[in-house]
């Protein structure tokens, strides 16, 4: 088991840019997979960005070329940037990991809030 802490979250203009941060209780260096997801109110979670072990990152459609996710093992932390925000960035972003290839996100921490105002 890994405990996730987020954090960076904030109120921000349009085209503005924020910086999460996600710190896990241990090594993350080994997991297969760490992903950011994202939940504005009445919509379901969505996975927004995710980085493999190996450094292959994916993004959702909506985000590509504004957001980055990155790692740095030695501090066990991930990180999602996040340029250009738009007001339907607006949600609760969440960061998870996923142990196997075959196993689903999990181990969520409890979210930061990021609010972009038009």
Same mark, same amino acid.
């Given at each position: 088991?890994? &405990?996730?802490?987020?954090?960076?979250?904030?109120? !921000? &203009?349009?085209?503005?840019?924020?910086?999460?941060?996600?710190?896990?209780? $241990?090594?993350?260096? %080994?997991?297969?997979?760490?992903?950011?997801? $994202?939940?504005?109110?009445?919509? &379901? $979670?969505?996975?927004?960005?995710?980085?493999?072990?190996?450094?292959? *990152?994916?993004?959702?459609?909506?985000?590509?070329?504004?957001? *980055?996710? %990155?790692?740095?093992?030695?501090?066990? *932390?991930?990180?999602? &940037?996040?340029?250009?925000?738009?007001?339907?960035?607006?949600?609760?972003?969440?960061?998870? !990991? $996923?142990?196997?290839?075959?196993?689903?996100?999990?181990?969520?921490?409890?979210?930061?809030?990021? *609010? !972009? %105002?038009?």
């Amino acid at each position: 088991q890994v &405990q996730l802490v987020e954090s960076g979250g904030g109120l !921000v &203009q349009a085209g503005g840019s924020l910086r999460l941060s996600c710190a896990a209780s $241990r090594s993350i260096f %080994s997991v297969n997979a760490m992903g950011w997801y $994202r939940q504005a109110p009445g919509k &379901q $979670r969505e996975l927004v960005a995710a980085i493999t072990s190996g450094g292959s *990152t994916n993004y959702a459609d909506s985000v590509k070329g504004r957001f *980055t996710i %990155s790692r740095d093992n030695a501090k066990n *932390t991930v990180y999602l &940037q996040m340029n250009s925000l738009k007001p339907e960035d607006t949600a609760v972003y969440y960061c998870a !990991v $996923r142990f196997h290839s075959d196993s689903s996100f999990g181990s969520w921490g409890q979210g930061t809030q990021v *609010t !972009v %105002s038009s």
